[in-house]
């Protein structure tokens, strides 16, 4: 099952990764990239966790979309 890990100290806000994931995961709010839904997405989190959840169940697919589009290297994707 896979897990992001998002560094916010390299995070430069651009938002890139939130466009390149298919599943919707990632969001950007106050300037620094989040996981959307931490429950819907396998238990993901993020070194900040986000307080709001959406309604609908999207989840990650682990297709590293989001660590490979990352101009900063601030995301990783980890099994568990």
Known sequence: MPKIQ????LCDGC???VAF???FVLELRNGKV???NPEACLGIRAKQLCSECRETAETCLGCVACVKSCPTAA?????T
């Not at 995301?75 to 099994?79: K, S, T, V």
């Open 6 to 9: 998002i560094d916010l100290e």
């Open 15 to 17: 938002g890139v990764c």
């Open 21 to 23: 994931c298919p599943a």
């Open 34 to 36: 989040k996981v959307a």
């Open 75 to 79: 995301i990783e994707i980890l099994e």
